[in-house]
Structures are given as structure tokens and as C-alpha cells.
């Protein structure tokens, strides 16, 4: 299940970090982001787990691009009203998930080129890499590919932890 993910103008570097662990975690193929602020940020080095060695991150002008893109749904995950929660919300096969800045949202004319709107419910919003999390969770918890087992613990886990369930 090819999935992509777009960040307008992202300027936290801990976020970013965050975001690529993240993908790195829930296995997406692809990150794109627009802006310079990350540009500028990104010698902060906050990704832990070295996902951009094995995700392609990418700087573009537009988080849509009309022909590369055509084959992919393209999801604004944003707190917008008529938006569908995430709970109802069945995932598409191949997916370009696309995210607004901390400090601000998806613009009007992206959410037009969107197939679809999603929001998480909660009571206030959510930080930018949390909400990334949430969404990628929900889409591996709704396939019928997500890995279970004591494998998955043991490949996962971190090199210190070896604890275990009664």
C-alpha cells in the first residue's frame, strides 16, 4: 500500500525529525515538503533512526503535482469543517497524505485538489509529528497486512529493552 506524505512549509526541526521516524516506522515511501524553513532547520539533525537513508525526502514548490501524482488519493488530514473523522475513514490503496504547518493550515485551493479530508478527532489540535503518527497508525491498523507478533516486538524494540509479558 504505496503512501506518500506532503508537509507545507514545516518549520520545526523536532517535528520533521519526528515525521521521518515516523515513516520510517509505518514503512511510507515518500516525503515531500514545501518552504525553506525546514531547509534551514534540518542541520539540527533530530531524525534518530536515519529514516532519509532509506525514505526519499524531497523539497517541491507544490505538495501536488497534477501528473505525477494522478495515480494517488490525495488526502488533507487538517481540522476543516465537512471534514470525515479518522475513525470513519477507510484508507485508499495508494495515498498522498498531505499536512498543514504548525503554525497555520492547508490552503483552500490544496484542499480543493483533494479527494477526500480527514480529521482527528480531539478535544484541541494536535501537534504536527503526533498527528502524522496518528494517521499512519490508523492507516497500517485498518490493513490486513500489519505485522503482529513477538517478531515484530523483538525487530522493533530498542536495544536495551528486553522485557517481557507475564
Known sequence: MPTHIAIINPKSPQNMGSILRAAGCYQAQSIRYTGERYARAKAFSTD?????????VTHVDTVIDPIKDKHLT??????????TPLPLFEHPEQALY???????????????QCDHVVYIPTVGC???????????????????VMPLGDEVIKNSRDTNNRTKAK
Open 48 to 56: 534518530t533512526k536515519n529514516a532519509y537513508l532509506k525514505i526519499s
Open 98 to 112: 498531505i499536512f498543514g504547518p504548525e503554525d497555520g493550515s492547508i490552503e483552500q485551493d490544496v484542499v480543493d
Open 126 to 144: 494536535m501537534n504536527l509529528a503526533a498527528t502524522v503518527n496518528v494517521l499512519l497508525y490508523d492507516r497500517m491498523a485498518k490493513t490486513a
Open 74 to 83: 490525495k488526502v488533507a488530514v487538517e481540522l476543516v469543517e465537512g471534514a
